[in-house]
C-alpha cells in the first residue's frame, strides 16, 4: 500500500523527533570505561562515589557484591554501598546495607562507621513531628548502640548532637501535644504529656515550654498560685531566654 504524501511527511517528523530525543540522551549519558576484572569494578565505583557519580557507583556496587560474596573487599563494597544511597537520599536502602555489614562483618574496619551511619539512615525515614516517629526513636537507639561499642571512634561526637537533636524533636512534640490538649481543654491530658517533657527530656530546653504548659493548666484549673510558681521556676531556671521573660510577663499579670 502507498502511503499518502501527508502521512509520509508526520512520519518523517516521526523519525526525525525520536533520532533527536536519541542522540540528546546520549550527549547526557554518563559513559563509563570497560570493566575486566572485579577489582576494576570496586576501582571503578570508588571513583565514581569520589566524583559524586553516586548512581553509576552504586550498580557498579551491586554487581561486584553479588559476584563476590566471598572476597575479602566485599565489608568495604557494602559499606560503600550503603554510603552511596545516603548521598542520594535512599535512606531505606542505606539501612539496609549498613545492617547487613553489621550482621555479616561485625570484625571489618568499617563497622565503626556502618554503626553510626546507620542511625543517619533511621533519621532519614523519621516522619515530620506530627506523625509518628517510630525512626526518630529508632536513630536515638542506634546512635546510643554505636556509642556504647565504639568508644573513641571519631563519630562520638557527631552521634552525641545527633541524639540531642532528635531527643528535641521528640520533646518538642510532647509539648505540641500538651498544648493542643490545652486548647481543647482537656487538662489532665495536657498535664501527663508536660509531665513526660519533665522526667524524659529535664536537660533540654523544651521543659521551659513544659512548665509554661503546666503553668497555664493551673491557672485554667483556678489555681493561680501554683501557676505562679511554676513561672518562678521557669525564670530561675532560664534565665537570659526567652521563655523567662514570657514567664515574668504571666506572673506580673497574675500577681497584678
Partial sequence: MTLQPLTR??????????????ALSGCGASTLPSVHSESERLSLARRQAAKGDYTDAIELLKTFIDNNAGSVEVDHAVYLLGDCYLHVHDWASA??????????????????????HLGIAYEGQARPPDFDQEYTVKAIEQYRHYLQNY?????????????????????GKLVDTGDLYVKLHLLP?????????????????????????????????????????????????????????MAARERARLVN
Fill in 9 to 22: 511527511a508526520w512520519t518523517r517528523r516521526v523519525l526525525l523527533a525520536a533520532a533527536l530525543a536519541m
Fill in 95 to 116: 539501612a539496609v546495607q549498613f545492617d547487613r555489614l553489621l550482621r555479616e562483618f561485625p570484625e571489618s574496619d568499617s563497622s565503626a562507621s556502618a554503626s553510626y
Fill in 189 to 245: 491530658a495536657a498535664r501527663i504529656y508536660y509531665g513526660r517533657v519533665e522526667d524524659e527530656y529535664s536537660d533540654l530546653p523544651q521543659l521551659g515550654d513544659a512548665w509554661m504548659g503546666l503553668a497555664r493548666c493551673d491557672v485554667l484549673d483556678h489555681k493561680p498560685e501554683a501557676a505562679i510558681e511554676k513561672l518562678k521556676q521557669v525564670e530561675e531556671r532560664f534565665a537570659g531566654r526567652p521563655v523567662a521573660e
Fill in 151 to 171: 568508644p573513641g571512634h571519631w563519630s562520638n561526637a557527631l552521634a552525641e548532637h545527633d541524639i540531642q537533636t532528635a531527643r528535641m524533636k521528640l520533646a
